[in-house]
């Protein structure tokens, strides 16, 4: 049990760690680095609302606009609290 936990720990921090990193890469409009760290974010935790709520932003500074409403999507169905996700 303890080491479960750890691992969940572990993926936590790491998951943190890309979305840091997913943002910096878009606030310096690196929008192709970005979308690949979301990515690996998303494919570490497909449940987390935040992660594809930020790759829509990604998508959609890239006027990839079909893409971007998916994952809007997708960030509303996993967590339909999310007020951010409703802006897109």
């Given at each position: 049990?303890?080491?479960?936990?750890?691992?969940?720990?572990?993926?936590?921090?790491q998951?943190?760690?890309?979305?840091?990193?997913?943002?910096?890469?878009?606030?310096?409009?690196?929008?192709?680095?970005?979308?690949?760290?979301?990515?690996?974010?998303?494919?570490?935790?497909?449940?987390?609302?935040?992660?594809?709520?930020g790759?829509?932003?990604?998508?959609?500074?890239?006027?990839?606009y079909?893409?971007?409403?998916?994952?809007?999507?997708?960030s509303i169905?996993?967590?339909?609290?999310?007020?951010?996700?409703?802006?897109?």
């Open positions: 049990m303890a080491k479960h936990k750890q691992r969940v720990k572990q993926v936590r921090m998951i943190s760690a890309l979305r840091r990193e997913a943002r910096d890469h878009y606030n310096a409009q690196r929008f192709q680095q970005a979308l690949h760290f979301y990515a690996k974010a998303i494919f570490l935790d497909p449940q987390d609302a935040t992660n594809h709520k790759q829509a932003d990604t998508f959609y500074a890239l006027e990839r079909d893409e971007a409403c998916l994952s809007y999507e997708q169905l996993l967590d339909e609290s999310y007020a951010l996700a409703h802006e897109g």
